[in-house]
Nanobody, 126 residues
Framework: EVQLVESGGGLVQPGGSLRLSCAASGFTFSNYAMSWVRQAPGKGLEWVSA???????YYADSVKGRFTVSKDNAKNTLYLQLSGLKTEDTAMYSC????????????????????WGQGTQVTVSS
């Protein structure tokens, strides 16, 4: 089955940086669009970023210019570089497998435990 395991979260000060990783298995990683989503306590899910098999990238307006999504197909690993962090970036960050090669933001409106990882916590605080 699909397995997605995130790592790299932690506590950072405003303006700091982190790199999140997502180790994928159970499917042909290179053939699917992949996304990062986040959720803060008491708040709804927020789609953050995505990357297609052809390495086209997509970002939510709230993180554009600060976050960078990438992947290494040989390692079956998805990454998210977070820079210029703000307190409002505090959330649990999960990676999620798309249904197809093309990116469709509507697929990430609700959590799907079959295709999403458990997440890694990012806390931005001074």
């Amino acid at each position: 089955e699909v397995q997605l395991v995130e790592s790299g979260g932690g506590l950072v000060q405003p303006g700091g940086s982190l790199r999140l990783s997502c180790a994928a298995s159970g499917f042909t990683f290179s053939n699917y669009a992949m996304s990062w989503v986040r959720q803060a306590p008491g708040k709804g899910l927020e789609w953050v970023s995505a990357i297609s098999p052809g390495r086209s990238t997509y970002y939510a307006d709230s993180v554009k210019g600060r976050f960078t999504v990438s992947k290494d197909n040989a390692k079956n690993t998805l990454y998210l570089q977070l820079s210029g962090l703000k307190t409002e970036d505090t959330a649990m960050y999960s990676c999620a497998k798309g249904k197809a090669a093309s990116f469709d933001r509507s697929q990430y409106q609700k959590r799907d435990d079959n295709y999403w990882g458990q997440g890694t916590q990012v806390t931005v605080s001074s």
